[in-house]
């Protein structure tokens, strides 16, 4: 059973200055809804945090930079705020805060500290200890899956279990390849991919199956982690080490979501624009267009 998350939320996020100058990208708001159905903005990594836990993950490290303490003090529950969201009428907001906080206090939270941006794959590297000798599960802080049943993350955990797998994440097909790590395989089943290459962001993408930064490892990936050298911008690159497992012969799957998943994706300002547009329609049709 996987029991552990590690939550990557260390990058600078240039891409989206001078937002993100003061302030981390993963705690920019998208839309959501509070249990009443209605709208509310909520940071995009407590979003992602809340749907770890509702499938049951309990056991969480935060990895985040040195200027991310802004993440560390939104997921301190602060009982003030709720008392002056009742005093002020907001009974529906502070239900919301209400109910994550009622997370927080029934999980275990680690903080660990990246100090350099060394990389995806240096951040997974550093909650080793918190992971010890089990495998785990990595989710990304600056991205989710949005879908009407909200179902992916459990996908990824019945095939990781099914397949006997090393190594498995999700991949969805995209128009703009050439901006994530990029999957080649043979499709065993339906939306069951072997994988044979996985590339981080290539110049000329084989295919349009990107990872979407949601992956369940064996504890194996430190090994690789730790003989994989720094790759694209000097960083030590996931995506590298996942084909290190590759080339050991391990079992290796990527699990294809069709249409009906979108992702939420807040790495550069346009595709911010497109996770606020996602999860507004998400809020008001119930329903992923």
Same mark, same amino acid.
């Given at each position: 059973?996987?029991?552990?998350?590690?939550?990557?939320?260390?990058?600078?996020?240039?891409?989206?200055?001078?937002?993100?100058?003061?302030?981390?990208?993963?705690? /920019?708001?998208?839309?959501? &809804?509070? +249990? $009443?159905?209605?709208? @509310? *903005?909520?940071?995009?990594?407590?979003?992602?945090?809340?749907?770890?836990?509702?499938?049951?993950?309990?056991?969480?490290?935060?990895?985040?930079?040195?200027?991310?303490?802004?993440?560390?003090?939104?997921?301190?529950?602060?009982?003030?705020?709720?008392?002056?969201?009742?005093?002020?009428?907001?009974?529906?907001?502070?239900?919301?805060?209400?109910?994550?906080?009622?997370?927080?206090?029934?999980?275990?939270?680690?903080?660990?500290?990246?100090?350099?941006?060394?990389?995806?794959?240096?951040?997974?590297?550093?909650?080793?200890?918190?992971?010890?000798?089990?495998?785990?599960?990595?989710?990304?802080?600056?991205?989710?899956?949005?879908?009407?049943?909200?179902?992916?993350?459990?996908?990824?955990?019945?095939?990781?279990?099914?397949?006997?797998?090393?190594?498995?994440? /999700?991949?969805?097909?995209? &128009?703009? +390849? $050439?901006?994530?790590? @990029? *999957?080649?395989?043979?499709?065993?089943?339906?939306?069951?991919?072997?994988?044979?290459?996985?590339?981080?962001?290539?110049?000329?993408?084989?295919?349009?199956?990107?990872?979407?930064?949601?992956?369940?490892?064996?504890?194996?990936?430190?090994?690789?982690?730790?003989?994989?050298?720094?790759?694209?911008?000097?960083?030590?690159?996931?995506?590298?080490?996942?084909?290190?497992?590759?080339?050991?012969?391990?079992?290796?799957?990527?699990?294809?979501?069709?249409?009906?998943?979108?992702?939420?994706?807040?790495?550069?300002?346009?595709?911010?624009?497109?996770?606020?547009?996602?999860?507004?329609?998400?809020?008001?049709?119930?329903?992923?267009?």
């Amino acid at each position: 059973m996987v029991h552990k998350v590690i939550i990557p939320a260390a990058g600078i996020g240039t891409r989206l200055f001078p937002v993100t100058k003061e302030q981390p990208k993963e705690m /920019l708001p998208i839309f959501s &809804k509070t +249990p $009443q159905g209605d709208m @509310i *903005v909520k940071p995009v990594v407590q979003l992602v945090f809340e749907q770890l836990y509702d499938v049951g993950l309990h056991e969480f490290c935060f990895v985040v930079g040195r200027d991310k303490r802004s993440i560390e003090d939104h997921f301190t529950p602060d009982t003030d705020c709720i008392q002056t969201l009742e005093a002020s009428g907001k009974d529906d907001q502070a239900s919301d805060l209400e109910n994550f906080y009622n997370k927080l206090d029934t999980s275990t939270i680690l903080w660990v500290n990246q100090p350099k941006p060394k990389g995806f794959g240096n951040a997974v590297l550093m909650a080793q200890p918190f992971i010890q000798n089990e495998s785990c599960l990595v989710h990304a802080g600056d991205s989710c899956i949005i879908s009407k049943n909200m179902d992916y993350i459990k996908k990824l955990l019945d095939n990781f279990h099914q397949l006997n797998a090393d190594a498995i994440f /999700l991949v969805l097909e995209t &128009k703009d +390849p $050439q901006q994530y790590g @990029i *999957v080649e395989g043979d499709e065993i089943d339906l939306g069951i991919i072997k994988v044979k290459t996985v590339v981080e962001k290539p110049d000329k993408p084989k295919t349009n199956l990107a990872i979407m930064a949601m992956y369940v490892f064996r504890p194996v990936i430190f090994k690789a982690l730790k003989s994989t050298k720094p790759g694209k911008n000097g960083e030590i690159q996931l995506t590298d080490a996942i084909q290190k497992l590759v080339d050991w012969n391990l079992n290796v799957y990527a699990v294809k979501l069709d249409d009906t998943y979108k992702h939420l994706d807040i790495g550069n300002p346009e595709r911010y624009w497109e996770a606020i547009e996602l999860s507004h329609k998400q809020f008001y049709k119930r329903q992923i267009l």
